[in-house]
C-alpha cells in the first residue's frame, strides 16, 4: 500500500443513491442536505473520459493501468456479448441488457457476433468429436516400450513429471510417497482415483468414470495408469496428451523423430499412425468463437452509451480505469461478514 497512507485514518459516508454511488464515492465534493458526498453532473464524467475512440482512451492509461484497461474492453464480449448470443437461455443482467439492446441496434456488428458465435460451436463440437475419438485410440501410444523414449521424456519436458526418477510408472505406493515428500506439485504422480458421493472413480474424469478395480490393485500413480489399457483410463491419457504436447503435436513430431532409430517398426508404425490421424487435435480452439474483428474497439461507443445511463452500476475495474483516466487517486474495499478487502487501486 502507498506508504503515504500508512497511519492514516478514514471515515465512512454516505452517497447519493442514484445509481453513481461509486462516482460520488471518488469523485465527489460537496455534501447535500442529506449528508449525502455528492458529485454533480457524475455521469458526465464518463462521457468526458470514455466519449473517444478506444486506441485514444488507450494512449490515456498508463502502463502500469493497461490490464485494468484490458479487462474492461474484453468483457464486451466476453460478459456483455457472448454467454447471451449462445442460445444457452442465459439472461442478461440490468448492465448487460442495456448494452445488448444497444447492439442490437447495431445489424452489422450484431450479425458479426452471431456468426462468430455460431462458427465457433461448429468448431468446438468438432473438437469435442475428435476428442472422443482421439481418447478411444490412446491405448494403443501408450504402450509400457514407449514410456522411457516418449512419454517420459515428454512429461519431464513439460515439468509434470520429475527429472531422476526410474521407472516412474512401477513405483509403489511407499515410494511415490516418498518421491512426492513434501512436493505435491507433480500430479501425475498422484493417486488415479478419487471418491466422489461415496463412489470410486477415476480422478478428473467427466462425467466420472468409475473406477475398474479396487484401488490397491491398480495402478498406483496417474502415469502408471496411462498404460493400463482400459478404457477408464483413456481421459487421463487424453489430458496427459494435451499437458505434453504442442500445437499440431510439435512436441511429440519432435520426440519421435530423435527417437526412431531406437524404436521398433511397430512402434514407429502406432505412432506415425496417430500422428497422422489426428494432426491438430490438440491446437487450441476458443469456446464460442472469437470474437470480430476489432469488436471491443467499434462497440465502445455503444458501450459508452450504456455506461452513462442512469441504470447502469459501475464494477471496480471500470471505476478504476475512471479513476486512472482522470488521474484521481482510489483505493476500493470490499467488505464481507469478517473483514474490509481490497480490491483494487489507483494511485499517483
Not at 500500500?1 to 453513481?20: I, P, W
Not at 442460445?87 to 442495456?98: H, K, L, S, T
Not at 512436493?183 to 474424469?205: H, M, N, T
Not at 478404457?231 to 530423435?258: I, N, Q, T
Request: one cysteine or more.
Amino acid at each position: 500500500m502507498h506508504s503515504n497512507l500508512d497511519g492514516q485514518q478514514a471515515r465512512e459516508m454516505e452517497t447519493a443513491g442514484d445509481g453513481a454511488c461509486a462516482l460520488h464515492a471518488a469523485f465527489g465534493e460537496k455534501i447535500s442536505h442529506s449528508g449525502q458526498l455528492t458529485c454533480e453532473g457524475a455521469r458526465d464524467i464518463l462521457r468526458r473520459v470514455l466519449g473517444k475512440r478506444l486506441d485514444e482512451v488507450t494512449a490515456q492509461v498508463r502502463p502500469a493501468s493497461r490490464s485494468i484497461l484490458t479487462s474492461v474492453a474484453s468483457m464486451l464480449w466476453i460478459d456483455f456479448t457472448l454467454p447471451y448470443l449462445r442460445q444457452d437461455g442465459a439472461v442478461p443482467n440490468r448492465e448487460e441488457g442495456i448494452f445488448l439492446k444497444l447492439l442490437q441496434g447495431d445489424d452489422q456488428l450484431m450479425q458479426e457476433a452471431k456468426s462468430c458465435i455460431k462458427c465457433g460451436q461448429t468448431s468446438q463440437r468438432k473438437k469435442d468429436d475428435d476428442r472422443r475419438k482421439c481418447s478411444c485410440k490412446t491405448s494403443k501410444i501408450f504402450s509400457e516400450s514407449l514410456e522411457k523414449t516418449i512419454w517420459r521424456r515428454l512429461g519431464i519436458q513439460a515439468g509434470i513429471m520429475p527429472v531422476g526418477v526410474d521407472s516412474p510408472h512401477q513405483l509403489s505406493s511407499d515410494e511415490l510417497s516418498e518421491c512426492l515428500g513434501a512436493d505435491s506439485s507433480y500430479d501425475y504422480l498422484q493417486a488415479p482415483w478419487d471418491i466422489l458421493r461415496g463412489e470410486v472413480v477415476v480422478k478428473g474424469s467427466s462425467p466420472s468414470v468409475p473406477y475398474p478395480c479396487d484401488p490397491c490393485d491398480g495402478p498406483q500413480s496417474k502415469y502408471a495408469s496411462l498404460f493400463d489399457g482400459r478404457y477408464e483410463f483413456d481421459s487421463l491419457r487424453y489430458a496427459f496428451l494435451d499437458a505434453v504436447v504442442g500445437p499440431k503435436m510439435e512436441s511429440l513430431h519432435e520426440v519421435f523423430g530423435e527417437a526412431y532409430d531406437i524404436l521398433s517398426e511397430a512402434d514407429c508404425g502406432v505412432l506415425l499412425s496417430f500422428i497422422n490421424e489426428f494432426p491438430d487435435l490438440l491446437r487450441s480452439a476458443g469456446v464460442g468463437g472469437a470474437e470480430p474483428t476489432d469488436y471491443a474497439a467499434r462497440a465502445w461507443p455503444l458501450y459508452v452509451q450504456a455506461i452513462t445511463s442512469v441504470d447502469y452500476f459501475l464494477s471496480c475495474d471500470e471505476l478504476l480505469l475512471i479513476c486512472e483516466l482522470s488521474r484521481k487517486n482510489c483505493i476500493i474495499f470490499g467488505s464481507d461478514a469478517h473483514a474490509r478487502r481490497l480490491r483494487g487501486k489507483e494511485l499517483e
